[in-house]
């Protein structure tokens, strides 16, 4: 595959392997990415993932603020096919289908479900026992076009974000890899998306991420494994928000405590009421400070000056 010419489109870290497969598999004669960020307190500005890999490999790279404005460079350049991984924003359908190959897609979900720009957060949060990558044709719709192939795995009742999405990541430049010479000499599967089956997966809100212990503990679970590390479930304790990473419902007891009660507290897990059970917090981060374990910020503290405090 080596003679097709492409161009990928893609930003953060979950697109990497996507592209460093292609780098090697193709000739890829550029990269579309998002523009600069400030990081960080001093507000460094900094590449993505996806530029920081292209630069490192002499491939040019692109930067529009608005694709839908500026994309004309790209089809200059004449690619044979134009690849998309969490690019995050919209293509417009002048570029989809300049190429000869057109533009495909890894998306992170099977679809139809889960259409939209955080699949993988809302799969956990709801609970999905099963999760997987669809490589797909791109069309002017959100995430509904062709289906080329999907692949999946089951999900861990303690899997979070960070883990599944490095799995996700995989396994989409596995796939990808598996389908592109099918695609290249147009033998590949075209299936079309039942759409009476499509859900969707919009960009995580501040309104997501806050937890309500008036949940079952399970939900709750699902919440914080959803949004662990990016960009982290939180909740109000004395006055102060509260990042929550990391949960389990491990030695979890039925509790007839007021929701977000704290019930208890161990060495290294603080209890909170839900409302069927406990939930267990292993992982936190406190205003001004980095995530750390319970257990450690539990250090030097009267541990029973917790109990009976609320979270709301």
């Not at 533009?103 to 139809?112: C, F, G, Y």
């Not at 599967?189 to 009476?196: D, L, T, Y």
């Not at 060495?267 to 292993?282: H, N, R």
Request: charged share 25%; proline share 6%; aromatic share 6%.
């Amino acid at each position: 595959m080596k003679d097709k010419k492409v161009v990928f489109m893609g930003t953060p870290e979950y697109s990497v392997p996507i592209l460093e497969m292609l780098i090697k598999e193709t000739t890829v004669i550029g990269v579309v990415t998002q523009p600069d960020k400030e990081v960080g307190r001093k507000r460094i500005l900094t590449p993505c993932p996806v530029k920081s890999v292209a630069l490192e490999n002499n491939i040019p790279v692109l930067t529009p603020t608005r694709i839908k404005d500026d994309y004309q460079s790209i089809i200059d350049i004449k690619p044979d096919i134009i690849i998309t991984c969490a690019y995050g924003q919209i293509i417009p359908e002048e570029l989809i289908y300049a190429p000869k190959y057109n533009t495909i897609n890894v998306h992170a979900s099977l679809l139809p479900k889960y259409r939209g720009g955080a699949p993988i957060h809302h799969a956990i949060i709801n609970g999905e026992n099963e999760i997987g990558v669809t490589i797909m044709y791109t069309d002017k719709g959100m995430d509904s076009g062709d289906i080329i192939k999907k692949s999946s795995f089951k999900l861990d009742i303690n899997d979070t974000y960070d883990v599944v999405s490095k799995k996700m990541s995989i396994l989409g430049a596995n796939l990808l890899k598996e389908v592109l010479p099918s695609v290249f000499d147009e033998t590949c599967e075209r299936i079309k998306q039942n759409e009476q089956e499509k859900t969707l997966a919009p960009i995580i809100k501040r309104e997501d991420e806050h937890i309500n212990f008036d949940n079952d503990a399970i939900n709750v679970h699902n919440q914080i494994r959803g949004l662990s590390s990016v960009p982290g479930a939180y909740a109000v304790l004395d006055d102060k928000n509260i990042k929550i990473f990391l949960s389990n419902l491990e030695s979890c007891n039925k509790t007839d405590e007021i929701p977000g009660t704290i019930t208890r507290v161990t060495k290294d897990s603080i209890f909170v009421a839900c409302s069927d059970q406990e939930i267990s917090l292993v992982k936190i981060q406190i205003p001004g400070k980095k995530p750390m374990l319970v257990k450690d910020y539990l250090n030097g503290i009267d541990k029973s000056s917790l109990i009976g405090k609320k979270f709301i």
